[in-house]
């Protein structure tokens, strides 16, 4: 599976390790401020054309593992997903829901729900959740497709508290919140669903602020996972499926630099404060990383081809 890397932010274009294995760089600086957190439905067309001409094609012809950088990017990955060229299952790992409707433009926390809508999207997996399900954001979930089966929720670990969430079938990915997940576990966890799973390939999107703080760094709160569950949770959704039609990857720290007043107000009243070591955070994520390059087969070249 080819490698490559969405330049936003400059977090994973300037990991050296990650970027020596990318057959593609692609630059997209210029679009990171206005993009960050949040934009109009038509800056991100706009993107999505800009993305089609780097890349040569609005759908990607062959697998890739694109590392598009900090977690305030993920409504990108719906660029991602229209960009897949065959009806598939979709694998969402996020500490967060990233489903809310009712939003009238794109939000790194409501790109799931326009994805689940794509008629090429069969069925939404959303696992390793714990932030935002059954708070008060809870009134803008998708709860007709929650509660359909087409979007299948597997939590970190806990069951979600509330009437609605009572009637939704839904399992902790760990059978107590102290007792990590073992392949075994996530096998009984899928075996309702292996049916759908081997009857279509698999596109992957993975937010690392389901991990622990120890070991990941982040624009966001973090998760509770670790990264070998994380990586049996990849293994065991692939072993399932038919095949692996790509794969996104974000949740990599950068300082934040946003375009207007909208995406600065949503910088204050969302990210979490605290300060970051930039040096210490690259050198983490960056070895997480190159061992998800490695586990998802990604190809090694010399230097990255520059797009554009």
Same mark, same amino acid.
């Given at each position: 599976?080819?490698?490559?890397?969405?330049?936003?932010?400059?977090?994973?274009?300037?990991?050296?390790?990650?970027?020596?294995?990318?057959?593609?760089? !692609?630059?997209?600086?210029?679009?990171?401020?206005?993009?960050?957190?949040? +934009?109009?439905?038509?800056?991100?067309?706009?993107?999505?054309?800009?993305?089609?001409?780097?890349?040569?094609?609005?759908?990607?012809?062959?697998?890739?593992?694109?590392?598009?950088?900090?977690?305030?990017?993920?409504? !990108?990955?719906?660029?991602?997903?229209?960009?897949?060229?065959?009806? +598939?299952?979709?694998?969402?790992?996020?500490?967060?829901?990233?489903?809310?409707?009712? *939003?009238?433009?794109?939000? +790194?926390?409501?790109?799931?729900?326009?994805?689940?809508?794509?008629?090429?999207?069969?069925?939404?997996?959303? *696992?390793?959740?714990?932030?935002?399900?059954?708070?008060?954001?809870?009134?803008?979930?998708?709860?007709?497709?929650?509660?359909?089966?087409?979007?299948?929720?597997?939590?970190?670990?806990?069951?979600?508290?509330?009437?609605?969430?009572?009637?939704?079938? @839904?399992?902790?990915?760990?059978?107590?919140?102290? *007792?990590?997940?073992?392949? #075994?576990?996530?096998?009984?966890?899928?075996?309702?669903?292996? !049916?759908?799973?081997?009857?279509?390939?698999?596109?992957?999107?993975?937010?690392?602020?389901?991990?622990?703080?120890? @070991?990941?760094?982040?624009?966001?709160?973090?998760?509770?996972?670790?990264?070998?569950?994380?990586?049996?949770?990849?293994?065991?959704?692939?072993?399932?499926?038919?095949?692996?039609?790509?794969?996104?990857?974000?949740?990599?720290?950068?300082?934040?630099?946003?375009?207007? !007043?909208?995406?600065?107000?949503?910088?204050?009243? #969302?990210?979490?404060?605290?300060?970051?070591?930039?040096?210490?955070?690259?050198?983490?994520?960056?070895?997480?990383?190159?061992?998800?390059?490695?586990?998802?087969?990604?190809?090694?070249?010399?230097?990255?081809?520059?797009?554009?």
């Amino acid at each position: 599976m080819d490698v490559r890397i969405l330049d936003l932010d400059g977090s994973v274009a300037g990991q050296p390790r990650l970027a020596a294995r990318a057959k593609n760089l !692609l630059p997209a600086d210029t679009w990171g401020p206005r993009l960050r957190m949040a +934009c109009g439905w038509e800056a991100f067309g706009r993107f999505e054309i800009d993305l089609a001409r780097q890349l040569g094609s609005t759908r990607d012809a062959a697998p890739a593992l694109t590392f598009m950088g900090s977690g305030d990017f993920h409504h !990108l990955s719906l660029a991602m997903v229209r960009r897949v060229p065959r009806r +598939c299952n979709l694998l969402v790992i996020d500490n967060h829901p990233d489903w809310m409707r009712g *939003v009238p433009f794109l939000h +790194c926390g409501t790109w799931v729900y326009h994805a689940a809508q794509l008629p090429w999207v069969d069925r939404v997996f959303h *696992v390793g959740g714990e932030v935002d399900f059954d708070n008060y954001y809870r009134h803008a979930a998708p709860w007709e497709m929650l509660h359909s089966g087409k979007i299948v929720t597997l939590p970190a670990i806990r069951r979600m508290e509330g009437r609605r969430w009572a009637a939704t079938p @839904h399992e902790a990915l760990r059978p107590l919140p102290e *007792v990590v997940m073992d392949r #075994e576990r996530l096998e009984t966890l899928l075996w309702p669903y292996r !049916l759908d799973l081997a009857k279509n390939p698999l596109y992957v999107s993975l937010d690392r602020d389901v991990l622990t703080a120890e @070991h990941a760094t982040i624009n966001w709160d973090s998760g509770r996972l670790t990264p070998p569950e994380v990586f049996d949770l990849l293994d065991g959704f692939r072993d399932a499926s038919k095949s692996l039609l790509g794969m996104d990857v974000v949740g990599d720290w950068s300082p934040v630099r946003v375009s207007g !007043l909208g995406r600065w107000l949503l910088h204050m009243t #969302e990210h979490p404060a605290g300060g970051v070591d930039a040096r210490a955070s690259q050198r983490l994520n960056e070895a997480l990383n190159v061992a998800l390059v490695e586990r998802m087969g990604g190809g090694v070249s010399r230097s990255a081809k520059r797009a554009g």
